[in-house]
């Protein structure tokens, strides 16, 4: 009868959210079954806050430990778009970019978010100073946006010439950079 081996492993951690990363994912190794957490949406109040905390530092962790990734180039227009969706819009097809825990995260933090409890800014050690800081760092700025006045202006033009509203956009920028270039 051949023994099985036995595979001892020493696990450091440096915070709860890791030591509790760790231990979901030894769970789901030995049981053979997902984590609970990962498939099922949280419910509880204090459950969906507590998401929210350990969520948000997993991406802060992210964001400080790794600053020149693409993932965490999304993680900032994530917490952006929460800041201010309409300043920075956020593609939710961006979340498909991330590694499973931080695209996790973000739905955890984003569960929170939508109790309307505090702002995201709120939330962070060092506070909107730290997202603005991320925000230059990746050169995220907000998206340019039209009046009522002139968005139904520039809709009737693109409907008289039977063209796209982002088309005749595009040839008034570039006469307007040309225009000013020198």
């Known amino acids: 009868m051949d023994q099985q081996p036995t595979i001892q492993m020493t696990l450091e951690v440096t915070n709860r959210a890791q030591a509790d990363a760790v231990s979901a994912a030894w769970r789901e190794i030995i049981s053979n079954q997902?984590?609970?957490?990962?498939?099922?949406?949280?419910e509880d109040l204090d459950e969906v806050r507590e998401r929210g905390r350990i969520a948000l530092q997993t991406i802060?962790?992210?964001?400080?430990?790794?600053?020149?990734?693409?993932?965490?180039?999304?993680?900032?227009r994530f917490l952006a778009g929460v800041y201010n969706g309409t300043d920075y819009p956020f593609d939710l097809t961006e979340l498909r970019g991330l590694d499973t825990r931080l695209a996790n995260a973000c739905l955890d933090y984003l569960n929170y978010d939508r109790?309307?409890?505090?702002?995201?800014?709120?939330?962070?050690?060092?506070?909107?100073?730290?997202?603005?800081?991320?925000?230059?760092?990746?050169?995220?700025h907000p998206?340019?946006?039209?009046?009522?006045?002139?968005?139904?202006?520039?809709?009737?033009?693109?409907?008289?010439?039977?063209?796209?509203?982002d088309e005749l956009l595009g040839e008034a920028v570039d006469a307007l950079i040309l225009k000013y270039r020198k």
């Not at 802060?60 to 900032?76: D, K």
């Not at 009522?148 to 008289?160: G, V, W």
């Open 34 to 42: 997902a984590d609970p957490r990962l498939t099922q949406p949280a």
């Open 60 to 76: 802060q962790e992210a964001i400080e430990q790794n600053p020149t990734t693409g993932q965490v180039r999304r993680l900032i």
């Open 115 to 140: 109790l309307g409890i505090r702002e995201v800014h709120h939330h962070l050690a060092g506070g909107d100073k730290a997202l603005h800081a991320w925000r230059k760092d990746i050169d995220l």
């Open 143 to 165: 998206v340019p946006r039209l009046n009522e006045r002139r968005l139904a202006a520039l809709m009737d033009l693109a409907d008289r010439l039977d063209r796209g509203e």
